[in-house]
């Protein structure tokens, strides 16, 4: 199946970057990257979930780029970037930090964005000397840093071992997804998404999940099954803000309220009634709003951090 099966038309059709490149992590893996938008702008960089692609963040892009310069990559093993026989959070952590080098001057400030897989990525790096050297300001969009199998709701039954036996099952299942049929897209809506997601954000997210390998797909579970970066979440000192769905069955909300409690800088938090897992792709316009006001708020629109520090984001939709 197709590495890139996105959909080709429409608001959530990826936008052409204005440059391709390679970074190339600590163990030798190559990541596929893209910028969009104006050279000497005020940066974004855009992590993606668990098998997703760039083409994840088209509407977030497309808005974005008329005045920020936006940096997004495919993680190793998804998209244009080739699998690595290493799949670890610390390799999670390399791969962002190769990503920053190649994409940013040093001591250039840029806020940084991640959901679910793409979100822990953020907290496995936050201790690290060039995540602290780039990061302005950080998002986190429907993502947890631990217990992800157990507090995860696709299976409907209540919490405990078989619950989370099944959980786990489902999730790292090694069969091919294939061709994205009305029954497929049925199941990924109600896996990832809200009841009320449109047929057309739904078909987006169905290519984009559906193009993921599958060796691709069981290894990261793997790794998302046994993930605790609770520790991360502590050392995430930049100002964080926080987006979560209440239909969220691969994150629920618990996550996000636990974030909240631990972060040593949230500046606020976003629960959308409602909606499930994509949030980004199901409120594009919230999204994006909240990236742009951690840029206007920690930047100064030239790359340096702003100083703002106390500043707040407004809490709701």
Known sequence: MSRLMHV???????????????AVSAD??????????????????????WTCSTAF????????????????YDQRGHGRSPASATCTTEALADDLEAVLAATLAPGEKAVLVGHSMGGMTLM???????????????????????????EA??????AGRLRTRLTKSVLGSRAPLGPVTPLARRILKYATMGPGSSPGMVEACARIVHACP????????????????????????VPTAVVVGTADRLTPVVHARALVAAL??????TELTGLG??????????????????VVTYMDGTGSAGSAESAQIKEGA
Request: net charge positive; proline share 7%; with cysteine.
């Open 8 to 22: 080709a038309h429409g608001a959530y059709a990826p936008p052409a970057p204005a440059r391709e490149l390679t």
């Open 277 to 294: 897992h994509m949030t980004p792709v199901e409120a594009p316009e919230l999204v994006t709003s909240r990236i742009r006001e951690l």
């Open 124 to 150: 496995a790096a936050s201790a690290r000397a060039r995540f602290r050297e780039h990061a302005a300001a950080a998002l986190l969009c429907s993502t947890g840093s631990s217990r992800l199998v157990a």
């Open 153 to 158: 709701r696709v299976v409907p039954l209540r």
């Open 57 to 72: 963040w088209a509407a977030q892009i497309r808005d974005l780029a008329a005045d920020h310069r936006v940096i997004a």
């Open 28 to 49: 030798g893996a190559r990541l596929h990257v893209e910028v969009h938008g104006p050279k000497n702008a005020p940066p974004v960089v855009l992590a993606h979930g």
């Open 214 to 237: 599958r060796n691709v797909r069981h290894a990261w579970s793997v790794v998302l099954d046994l993930v605790d970066l609770d520790h991360g979440v502590r050392e995430l000192k």
């Open 264 to 269: 040593p800088n949230c500046v606020g938090v």
